[in-house]
Each structure stands twice: as structure tokens, then as C-alpha cells.
């Protein structure tokens, strides 16, 4: 039951958010739409972005669901993790954007070492504090690609495979890599 409000009330942010504006969306607006009781959402989620928390918990999920061939190197491991999270994000493309951007980028990029240590860890690549903040600044920069790269989201894929091989690199040089 409790997933269940919570599933049904992050689909109902998402059909709001591309609707109308998100700072116009209430958290009553969402359970209304969600077909929820307000106090029953309240009890699980009360804001928007504990709304959003949830949301982003079901797309780490697809990251962590990704099942990887007996020896697949930490580059391959970690492009398909960050992937599958991006390919989950697609369909609601347009409601994500819109939340991002009128939450601005400070609040949207607190939400990024969360979602990089899911990537790590979904990867089997240990999230230590030099991967973790190395991660976090490959998602930020794919994750700004991504906003502008319709379609077949090639663009995505060569960013996100350059900044994993730069970042390897890169961990390599200082002896945290992986």
C-alpha cells in the first residue's frame, strides 16, 4: 500500500509537472491527481520533494537492476548503470526538465551524489568518497547533455563514455581507481 500511494502520487508529479508549472503543483494537487487521500500522502510524503525522492528511487532502480556478463570491465558496468537510469528518465523527459529547471540547479544537483553512488554501487564499483565525487561530476555533465539530446540519444552515450574514460583516468593518476 505504501508504494503503491507513493508510485501513484510520483506519476501524478510527473502528469502535473508537464501540464503546468511546478511551483504552481501543491502536494494537495498531486494526491487529487494521484486519487489518493492528502493525509494518507502527507503521512509518506510531506513535500514535493520527498515526491521526487521517491521518483528518483524508482529510476535508481533500473540502474540497480542491470545485470552484468562474468568479467564486464567497471567502464562497461558503469555506462549501462548509467544508462538504464537515463533510459527509465526518457518517457517523462519533458516534466523532469520542467522540474529542473524551476527548481534551479543547486537544489537539482544536490539529488546527483545519491544518484552516482547508485550508479557505483549498481556497477559493483565501491562508492569511496574520491569515486563518489568523481561520479557525481560525470552525472552533472551528462545529465546536462541529456536535457538537450532528443531522439536516440547518441549524444548522451558518447558524453557518458568519455567522462567515464576521463574519470578513470583520472582516479587512476591519484591511485582511487577501480
Known amino acids: 500500500m505504501t508504494a503503491d500511494i ?6 501524478a508529479a510527473l502528469a502535473l509537472a508537464a501540464d503546468k508549472p511546478w511551483p504552481q503543483v501543491a502536494l494537495r494537487d498531486i494526491a487529487v491527481k494521484a486519487d489518493v487521500s492528502f493525509a494518507a500522502l502527507y503521512a ?8 521526487l525522492g521517491h ?13 552484468y556478463p562474468e568479467g564486464a570491465a567497471a567502464h562497461d558496468r558503469l555506462f549501462d548503470a548509467a544508462m538504464a537510469r537515463i533510459e527509465a528518465m526518457e518517457p517523462h523527459r519533458a516534466a523532469l526538465i ?14 546527483f551524489p545519491r544518484i552516482a553512488r547508485a550508479i557505483l554501487e549498481a556497477a559493483g ?8 565525487a568523481a561520479m557525481t561530476a560525470v ?5 546536462q547533455v541529456w536535457r ?3 531522439g536516440a540519444l547518441n549524444r548522451t552515450m558518447a558524453e557518458l563514455d568519455q567522462r567515464l574514460k576521463q574519470m578513470a583516468t583520472q ?3 591519484i591511485g582511487a581507481g577501480f
Not at 507513493?6 to 506519476?11: F, G, I, S, V
Not at 509518506?44 to 515526491?51: C, G, P, R, T
Not at 528511487?57 to 545485470?67: C, E, I, S, W, Y
Open 98 to 111: 520542467a522540474i529542473a529547471t524551476s527548481e534551479g540547479v543547486l537544489i537539482s544537483a544536490a539529488r
Open 139 to 143: 552525472w552533472a555533465r551528462v545529465i
Open 148 to 150: 538537450d539530446d532528443e
Open 44 to 51: 509518506l510524503a510531506d513535500s514535493k520533494s520527498a515526491v
Open 55 to 67: 521518483l528518483s528511487t524508482r529510476f535508481d532502480q533500473a540502474a540497480l537492476g542491470v545485470d
Open 171 to 173: 582516479l587512476d593518476r
Open 6 to 11: 507513493l508510485d501513484r502520487a510520483a506519476a
Open 125 to 132: 564499483v565501491e562508492a569511496t568518497p574520491l569515486r563518489l
